[in-house]
């Protein structure tokens, strides 16, 4: 089984050269290539449309982890390709009660002509910044015959869910653990930002302000700094 990480940093990223060892270390431990793709800036609308060219990589590998360059992985992450079945779509999904997606789903649903039944209750948006997925799940990087565009705030975040059900692809849900993001550094809940033991990936998204973007990525490595490798 051959893996890969990857990850895009385009543009103007200075916190990414802080980070990036932390990647090249969990590639290590993963027994993993890493590959980040860091060519031809055009645009923040364009970079993001890029994720979905990374799917011409299952040609050379089995398997693909896939994480913003906004994530910090913690030394202490287990192996997330030991954890999730091949035959799954490895996710964090954005649910009740710290997350609440719906409408926005049925947006991105109705926008790329998905006819399909959600429940209130029930229903999968999963974030976009860390997915994991195997030649089983090529189909969820396809384009549509239209603009890609955003709904809502989300640009290829929409498009991936509307895929997902599109193709009915069935996920593992790592939960908030594996990508604990945005509002829910800023809340530190459920988890304190030193919890250590729950918190294995954060995620240090667009939400964040550019000044306060660097001095949160500050924060958090000192925390994992004294972590063993």
């Keep these: 089984m051959k893996n890969l990480i990857i990850t895009i940093s385009l543009g103007n990223r200075p916190w990414f050269n802080k980070i990036k060892k ?3 270390l969990y590639a290590i431990k993963t027994k993993s290539d890493f590959i980040v793709i860091n060519d031809n800036y055009q645009g923040d609308i364009n970079s993001r449309i890029r994720k979905f060219e990374i799917v011409k990589y299952l040609d050379s590998y089995d398997r693909i982890l896939f994480l913003d360059d ?3 992985i913690s030394p202490l ?3 997330i ?3 999730v079945p091949e035959s799954l779509l490895g996710v964090i999904c954005e649910k009740p009660p710290y997350y609440h997606k719906l409408n926005l789903l049925k947006d991105s649903l109705n ?4 006819e399909t039944s959600i429940q ?3 229903y999968i948006w999963f974030n976009s910044g860390l997915i994991l997925f195997s030649k089983y799940h090529k189909d969820l990087f396809n384009k549509p015959n239209k603009q890609i565009k955003k709904v809502g705030n989300y640009l290829d975040q929409a498009l991936f869910n509307a895929n997902r059900y599109k193709y009915n692809f069935p996920i593992f849900d790592l939960g908030l653990r594996y990508n604990y993001m945005g509002t829910r550094i800023d809340k530190q809940d459920p988890y304190k930002l030193n919890d250590l033991n729950n918190i294995y990936i954060y995620h240090i998204t667009r939400a964040w302000k550019p000044s306060k973007r660097e001095k949160k990525f500050d924060e958090i ?3 994992i700094s004294n972590v063993g490798v």
């Excluded at 926008?111 to 998905?114: R, T």
């Design 22 to 24: 932390y990647y090249e």
């Design 77 to 79: 992450c287990p192996n």
């Design 221 to 223: 490595l000192n925390i």
């Design 111 to 114: 926008y790329y002509d998905v």
């Design 70 to 72: 906004t994530c910090i």
């Design 81 to 83: 390709f030991e954890i």
């Design 120 to 122: 209130k209750y029930d």
